[in-house]
């Protein structure tokens, strides 16, 4: 069974920097954390993690051409058509035309696709608060975080 915490591959590498290994274990657990807001924060059972990031995309930034979103996605156009067509058979996505461009189709978020994309963040959220509540965190975390997460987008 996979665990989301220890990946057994990471005991046969040799150890990197051990804040490394730290936060490849901390992204492990918001992947899986991410998984459990979409089962249990939506109505949008069997949401993917792929199609996940889609709504992430698009919720924040609007409307896309395909194109957009395939790049975002670090996907194939292709790829990226075959998950949006998902989406927008479920109710969640759909295509408008671009209004700079009478021949551009753009891809957005439909209110229920940004209901589902609300509601996970918010499970999501209250999971992590409910963790780090229990916790004893000394100074300030947020700062040293925020830090990092630039960082790290900056790889993205």
């Keep these: 069974m996979y665990d989301a915490v220890t990946d057994e591959r990471e005991i046969l590498l040799p150890s990197p920097d051990p804040v490394v290994l730290e936060l490849e274990r901390l992204a492990r657990v918001l992947v ?8 249990e924060g939506s109505r949008a ?7 996940w990031r889609i709504h992430v995309i ?3 930034a ?3 051409r395909l194109r957009d979103v395939a790049i975002s996605l670090h996907a194939s156009q292709p790829s990226a058509s ?9 109710g969640l996505v759909e295509r408008v035309p671009a209004p700079d461009d009478r021949r551009g189709i753009l891809v957005r978020l439909t209110s229920d696709g940004m209901a589902v994309h609300d509601a996970v963040v918010a499970r ?7 963790s780090l509540r229990a916790l004893p965190i000394p100074g300030d975390l947020g700062s040293s975080l925020r830090a990092i997460a630039t960082a790290l987008e900056a790889l993205v």
């Design 124 to 130: 999501r959220r209250e999971m992590l608060e409910t």
């Design 45 to 51: 059972t069997g949401l993917t993690v792929q199609q």
């Design 58 to 60: 698009l919720a924040r």
């Design 82 to 90: 075959r998950l949006v067509h998902r989406l927008e058979r479920t």
């Design 62 to 64: 609007g409307a896309l």
């Design 32 to 39: 899986a954390a991410t998984g459990v807001a979409i089962e």
